[in-house]
Structure formats: structure tokens, C-alpha cells
């Protein structure tokens, strides 16, 4: 395929935020590559049908690095390079269990392959296309619950300590990144009414739709802020700076 755009990978993107992301960036004239878990995911086969050759889906489990391999060389025969990569699969595990409960460890252990891990094998793995992209920029999609100041919980020990992991991350991927011309950014995406507790969070206080475009202003005003100056933030989906 000849480059005529700008390319974008978002993982998780099967619904919730990672769908809505990947539908903005489409929008917008990107090359959309969409990570998509389950097969027969009824939002992307509608982008596919809106935007046709523009979006490419690709079968992606961020726990597993022959998948994650995979996706590589797909983008690779494909774009030959990468600009901009959205982090954004997850999972949520028990949020109910606390210290005096019994404690799933190996349960513990698939959501930190997943939300710490997946990132970090997704990130290493398409480093050498993301140095060939012009704007080489990750995006981590963190949580307010992997704020160690702002804690207040008393249970969610997999998914907060996976987004805390996910945050060190994020910056010492960023120091290697840097020197290379690179930028990481971690993002709390806002409450978002998503099907994480196996049903819709319709209480939450924000669509997929309106995260996502809020997360895309942000992203840009960054990208226009010389690559000299990044830093490796952790802010809201508004761009507001969060407690590590």
C-alpha cells in the first residue's frame, strides 16, 4: 500500500474509547490499524463499511507476543512505519475482593499482562516502525485509579496496581523514547460509560465518543509543543495534570 497519510494503531478498539478513537482519527484522514479481541465486532465492521481500505482491522491479544508480532508485520507490510500509537486495551478484574478476602492471584496476574504488560509488549514491539513515523507518539490510556496519591480504595488491587505499573512505565519508556525523537503521554480517560463491569456503565459521566475527542484535542495540542520540550505527562482526558 503506498502512504498517502498519516497512520494511527489503537488497541482495545472493539468498542468503548478504543472504538470512538479509532472512528475520530478516521475522520481525520488517518490511516486507522484497529486491534480488535473478538471477531465479529458489529462497530468496526460499521467504520469498515464508512471508510473502506482507510481502516485495516487486526486480530490482536496484547497478552500473547505472537499476536502482538503479528500486528507488527501486518502494519509493517501495510504502512512501513507508524505515527501515532493508542495503548488502550484493558481489563478490569475483581473490584470487590479487599485484604481481609480471598485473593485471585492468577486472576491478578492476566490483568497485568494485559493492561501493564500488553502496553509494553505493544510498545517495544512497534518501536522500530513508530521511529520511522513522523509524530512518534504513545499514548497510554491510564486511570485515575493508578494515582498512588489519590487512592481511595479499598479493593480493585489488580486493575489499580496494573495502571500504577502502567504509569512507571510509561515514563521510563518515555526516557529511552525521548533521545530518539519520541513522546509518551499516560491519559485518564474521564468515567466512561463502557461494558468494563460486563454491563454499560450508563451512570458514567462521559460517552465513549466524548472521551475520545476530548483525548484527541489533547493529543494534539501536545504534538504541536516541540518534541524537545515533552515531558512525560499523566493528565486527564482535558489535559489536566494528575497525581502520580
Known amino acids: ?16 474509547v ?10 481525520k484522514g488517518y490511516t486507522v490499524f484497529a486491534g480488535q479481541y473478538a471477531e465479529g465486532t458489529q462497530g468496526l465492521s460499521e467504520l469498515q463499511q464508512q471508510y473502506g481500505d482507510q481502516l485495516h482491522i487486526v486480530q490482536l491479544d496484547v497478552s500473547r507476543d505472537e499476536s502482538v508480532a503479528q500486528a507488527v508485520s501486518y502494519v509493517a ?14 481489563i478490569l478484574g475483581d473490584i470487590q475482593a479487599k485484604i481481609t478476602d480471598e485473593l485471585n492471584y492468577a486472576e491478578m496476574m492476566g490483568v497485568f499482562n494485559v493492561n501493564t504488560l500488553g502496553s509494553l509488549r505493544m510498545s517495544q514491539s512497534f518501536m522500530p516502525l513508530l521511529l520511522k513515523g513522523e509524530t512518534k507518539m504513545i ?40 533521545p ?3 513522546r509518551v503521554l499516560a ?7 463502557t ?4 454491563k454499560l456503565d450508563a451512570n458514567a459521566e462521559l460517552t465513549p465518543e466524548q472521551s475520545a475527542a476530548s483525548i484527541t484535542r489533547v493529543v494534539e495540542e501536545k504534538l504541536a509543543q516541540p ?3 515533552a515531558e512525560c505527562e499523566y493528565v486527564d482526558y482535558n489535559g489536566t495534570a494528575m497525581n502520580w
Not at 491519559?187 to 460509560?193: E, L
Not at 461494558?195 to 460486563?198: E, F, R, V
Request: net charge positive.
Open 227 to 229: 518534541q524537545s520540550q
Open 180 to 182: 530518539l525523537g519520541g
Open 1 to 16: 500500500m503506498t502512504k498517502t497519510t498519516k497512520t494511527v494503531f489503537v488497541s482495545g478498539a472493539d468498542r468503548g
Open 195 to 198: 461494558y468494563m463491569q460486563g
Open 139 to 178: 499514548v497510554n490510556i491510564s486511570s485515575e485509579a493508578g494515582s498512588i496519591s489519590n487512592c481511595h480504595r479499598d479493593s480493585w488491587y489488580a486493575y489499580c496496581m496494573s495502571k500504577a505499573a502502567l504509569n512507571m512505565q510509561s515514563k521510563l519508556v518515555h526516557n529511552g523514547f525521548k
Open 187 to 193: 491519559m485518564h480517560p474521564g468515567w466512561v460509560q
Open 18 to 27: 478504543g472504538l470512538a478513537l479509532a472512528s475520530v482519527w478516521l475522520g
Open 77 to 90: 507490510d501495510r504502512a512501513g512505519q507508524l505515527d501515532l500509537l493508542f495503548n488502550n486495551a484493558a
